[in-house]
């Protein structure tokens, strides 16, 4: 590894080495919360964890924060006006706040620093979000349909098992990285001999949307939001100058009533579209491909009404979220579901918990591609910061996995699958798939 810019560590202590630090100092102390940050067995299956917590209250205190599992108060924090996204204005101690402000010098613009839209509060967060919208629309998503059944339908060729082979494919590799990747690429108007090291570099800087990463994993992210932004800042130019029929060049081209989006600003919201719009969508085709298989019954059944597909990626998302977490901190004194909480206390709302409240989904454990009320889960967040790119996802989803399963409706687990070591971001990075056509 190449030695650590004095600016990298300090960003890193500031974002993430501070936070290990008082986890681990919690968990070894006995706090129930840290441990979900550092056990392999919540990590592998969180929601007896969440269930404690429901359990225990509507919100619960622990050394360093509170947590929610509960669907009404996940979502009261998650709309709550007194909670923010901004987490770098939480007031810090003295020393801590010398690091923050040491650390912003040079720092390369990451998909969750500001200015992204992920990371801001309204009024700042409103004036992006309306820009951003104006180009993402219903319209334009609806508008990707025949290129993403274009794609699913070569990378699904690429699949077919040699004559004589033994037909098992690494499918998180092979396809459900695939999608997703090459849909924000056609999003972003990036060129074909680019896409490989687009790839690489939403993957290297995606863990910085989770947190207490090691020094190394930071540095190794760091370095690709860096590779990203000087890309990015040749590629803007080129579009000003010759326009594609991508999004990214009606952003670049936005002037109405003289407002568009700075250099910074463009950099942050394509960075933005580049991670939250992979490795999420990467979980739900790959999560979704295990439980259909798991569940034979239901995968039949969605083949006799093929209607069902829409219904069938709303339980996916509620029942094994690709996003289970986020965190917000409180600007001034509130209650949330009857509770105090304090001006400078950080909440985390677990969405993969409130997917499994008892309260607003009747057996919440049970996998149900009928279920009714499937949709009222919390997989992309409430609230002003609602995932911009859902009915994208959604369609991906609706697309990738009814085709995969139209083509492949043998398709087998071929091993053990294994778990991405990320704790906010959850799904497969191994699963392998036997296919016979
Ligand atoms: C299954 C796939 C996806 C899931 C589960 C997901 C989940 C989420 C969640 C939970 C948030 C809000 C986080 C918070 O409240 O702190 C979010 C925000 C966002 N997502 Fe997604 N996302 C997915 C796919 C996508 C796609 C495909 C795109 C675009 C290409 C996208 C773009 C965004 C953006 C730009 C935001 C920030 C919105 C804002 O702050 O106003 N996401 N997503």
């Not at 067995?41 to 969440?50: L, Q, S, V, W």
């Not at 009747?362 to 499937?374: L, V």
Request: aromatic share 6%; hydrophobic share 40%; proline share 8%.
């Amino acid at each position: 590894m190449r030695l650590t810019r004095p600016g990298t560590f300090l960003r890193w202590l500031d974002r993430h080495g501070l936070a290990r630090l008082g986890i681990s100092a919690a968990a070894r102390r006995g706090d129930a919360q840290a441990r979900l940050f550092f056990d392999p067995a919540i990590r592998d299956d969180p929601y007896p964890f969440y269930r404690e917590v429901r359990e225990a209250g509507a919100l619960v205190r622990g050394r360093l924060m509170w947590s929610t599992t509960r669907h009404d108060a996940v979502v009261a924090v998650l709309r709550g006006e007194a909670f923010s996204s901004d987490l770098e204005s939480l007031p810090a101690p003295g020393p801590i706040a010398v690091v923050r402000r040491l650390g912003r010098s040079g720092r390369p613009i990451g998909p969750a620093d500001p200015p992204s839209m992920l990371v801001v509060d309204p009024p700042t967060h409103t004036r992006y979000r309306r820009l951003v919208a104006k180009v993402f629309t219903p319209r334009a998503i609806e508008g990707l349909r025949p290129r993403i059944e274009r794609h699913t339908e070569a990378l699904l060729d690429d699949l077919a098992p040699a004559p004589g082979g033994t037909g098992t494919v690494e499918i998180i590799e092979r396809y459900a990285s695939l999608l997703p990747l090459t849909v924000i690429a056609e999003i972003l108007g990036v060129p074909q001999h680019m896409r490989q090291r687009f790839l690489a570099w939403g993957e290297a800087a995606t863990p910085t949307l989770d947190l207490g990463l090691t020094l190394r994993q930071y540095h190794h992210a760091e370095d690709a939001i860096r590779q990203l932004n000087a890309w990015l800042r040749g590629h803007f130019a080129r579009l000003r100058a010759d326009p594609g029929d991508d999004l990214l060049s009606r952003l670049v081209h936005l002037d109405s009533e003289g407002e568009r989006l700075t250099e910074e600003e463009l950099l942050a919201t394509a960075g933005l579209l580049l991670v939250a719009g992979f490795e999420t969508t990467v979980n739900l085709l790959g999560t979704g491909i295990y439980l259909l298989i798991r569940h034979p019954d239901q995968l039949r059944a969605l083949r006799e009404r093929p209607d069902g597909w829409p219904n069938a990626v709303e339980e996916i998302l509620r029942y094994d979220s690709p996003a289970q977490t986020t965190a917000r901190y409180c600007r001034a004194d509130t209650e949330v579901a009857g509770v105090p909480v304090r001006a400078g206390e950080i909440v985390v709302p677990m969405m993969g918990g409130a997917n499994r409240d008892p309260a607003v989904f009747p057996d919440p454990d049970r996998f149900d591609i009928t279920r009714a009320n499937a949709r009222d889960h919390l997989s992309f967040s409430s609230g002003v910061h609602y995932c911009l790119g859902a009915a994208l996802a959604r369609l991906e989803g609706q697309l990738g996995l009814s085709a995969f399963f139209e083509r492949y409706p043998d398709a087998a687990l071929a091993a053990v699958p294994r778990r991405r070591p990320t704790r906010v971001l959850r799904g497969y990075d191994h699963l392998p798939v036997r296919l016979r056509p």
